[in-house]
């Protein structure tokens, strides 16, 4: 990648097709595709490949790595280590949306977020986008430094976010979910998951831009174990075609999710082999950003797949260099 304003990564040609996010029919072509660049405040990140997102979770109660980060220096280092492990973007959370999570209030989600987006804007080489549902901690992590918001709701939850976002011309992460985190299990009911996705998440662009959300801002997110059970995760990223088709960059975060313990019976924290497994899967049918913990290890994989897109794309001979 190379480097945009305030660096941020920004878009580099690396295909002759056209604008899109998906090629041809087989898995190789739908990956190499050319995709326009992703506008996020102050500056674009390129999405010619795949772009590994950083999870880093400042909250006691997370799923996977709740408590881990109780300082506003070892959530940097932690930061710094996913940049230099391949990360373009960090994702910094304040309140867990795990199934059944309760609701933090703003101040207390504000105290967790706040210092530590005002320090990264200064120290971290990539740019930071913000997991809230909430119109006053964007407004806030964007003045302190922020360059995306990531909304589970799809701008749903808070009447006035999708205005925060468009004033500050950020980027903007539109999520797929139903209901509440503590309520949306009993929401999990669909007769065609990746279709139905689909066409709620149409509802959330809609929304963005009826509040001036620039398209060239807008990456759609299916939510994968929001509001759906483990087939229906499987389901959906079986098929992103649907979600794809609405003509948007799609990100998928599957990473250390019950649906991959639905299939090893393994904690969390043992489920990295499949969550590199879903990436990769849905790298081949066009997806674009992958929202992780493990960024080193699901980077190789990418890039790996990246070379393997690349080399059928060119039709250049792979060479035996062992």
């Given at each position: 990648?190379t480097r945009?304003q305030?660096g941020?990564?920004q878009?580099r040609?690396?295909?002759a097709?056209?604008?899109g996010?998906?090629?041809g029919?087989?898995?190789?072509?739908r990956?190499?595709?050319s995709?326009?660049?992703?506008?996020?405040?102050g500056?674009?990140?390129?999405?010619?490949g795949?772009?590994?997102?950083?999870i880093l979770?400042?909250?006691?109660d997370?799923f996977?790595?709740?408590?881990?980060?109780d300082?506003?220096?070892?959530a940097?280092s932690?930061?710094?280590?996913m940049?230099?492990?391949?990360a373009?973007?960090i994702?910094?959370?304040g309140?867990?949306t795990?199934?059944?999570a309760?609701?933090?209030p703003?101040a207390?989600e504000?105290?967790?977020v706040?210092?530590f987006?005002?320090?990264a804007a200064?120290?971290l080489?990539?740019p930071v986008s913000?997991d809230?549902r909430?119109?006053?901690?964007?407004?806030?992590a964007?003045d302190?430094?922020a360059a995306?918001v990531?909304?589970?709701?799809?701008?749903?939850?808070?009447?006035?976010?999708?205005?925060?976002?468009?004033?500050?011309g950020a980027g903007?992460v539109?999520?797929?979910?139903?209901?509440e985190?503590?309520?949306?299990?009993?929401r999990?009911?669909?007769?065609?998951?990746?279709?139905e996705v689909?066409?709620e998440l149409r509802?959330?662009?809609?929304?963005?831009?009826g509040?001036?959300?620039?398209?060239?801002?807008i990456v759609?997110d299916p939510g994968i174990g929001?509001?759906?059970n483990?087939?229906?995760?499987?389901a959906?990223l079986?098929?992103?075609q649907?979600l794809?088709?609405l003509g948007?960059?799609?990100?998928?975060?599957?990473?250390?999710k019950?649906f991959?313990g639905s299939?090893?019976?393994?904690p969390p924290e043992?489920?990295l082999a499949?969550t590199v497994?879903?990436c990769?899967?849905?790298?081949?049918q066009?997806?674009?950003?992958?929202?992780?913990?493990?960024?080193?290890?699901?980077s190789q994989?990418?890039?790996v797949?990246d070379?393997i897109?690349?080399?059928g794309?060119?039709?250049e001979?792979?060479r035996?260099e062992?």
């Amino acid at each position: 990648m190379t480097r945009g304003q305030g660096g941020v990564p920004q878009a580099r040609d690396r295909s002759a097709g056209g604008s899109g996010p998906v090629g041809g029919s087989d898995p190789l072509s739908r990956a190499r595709g050319s995709a326009a660049p992703w506008a996020v405040r102050g500056g674009t990140v390129s999405l010619e490949g795949p772009v590994v997102m950083g999870i880093l979770n400042l909250t006691p109660d997370s799923f996977s790595d709740g408590g881990r980060f109780d300082s506003v220096e070892r959530a940097l280092s932690e930061a710094e280590a996913m940049a230099a492990a391949g990360a373009a973007l960090i994702d910094v959370g304040g309140e867990s949306t795990r199934p059944g999570a309760d609701t933090v209030p703003v101040a207390e989600e504000l105290r967790r977020v706040i210092p530590f987006v005002e320090a990264a804007a200064t120290r971290l080489p990539v740019p930071v986008s913000v997991d809230t549902r909430k119109a006053d901690v964007a407004r806030a992590a964007l003045d302190a430094g922020a360059a995306v918001v990531n909304d589970i709701s799809g701008l749903a939850h808070d009447p006035a976010m999708a205005e925060v976002v468009a004033d500050a011309g950020a980027g903007v992460v539109l999520m797929h979910m139903r209901g509440e985190p503590a309520t949306m299990r009993e929401r999990a009911h669909y007769d065609d998951a990746p279709r139905e996705v689909a066409s709620e998440l149409r509802r959330a662009v809609e929304r963005a831009r009826g509040a001036g959300v620039a398209d060239a801002a807008i990456v759609l997110d299916p939510g994968i174990g929001f509001a759906k059970n483990a087939a229906q995760s499987f389901a959906v990223l079986s098929r992103l075609q649907p979600l794809l088709g609405l003509g948007f960059p799609v990100l998928v975060g599957p990473s250390r999710k019950s649906f991959i313990g639905s299939v090893v019976d393994v904690p969390p924290e043992r489920r990295l082999a499949g969550t590199v497994a879903a990436c990769v899967a849905a790298y081949l049918q066009g997806a674009r950003i992958f929202r992780v913990h493990d960024v080193e290890p699901v980077s190789q994989a990418l890039a790996v797949a990246d070379a393997i897109a690349a080399a059928g794309w060119t039709g250049e001979p792979a060479r035996d260099e062992r």
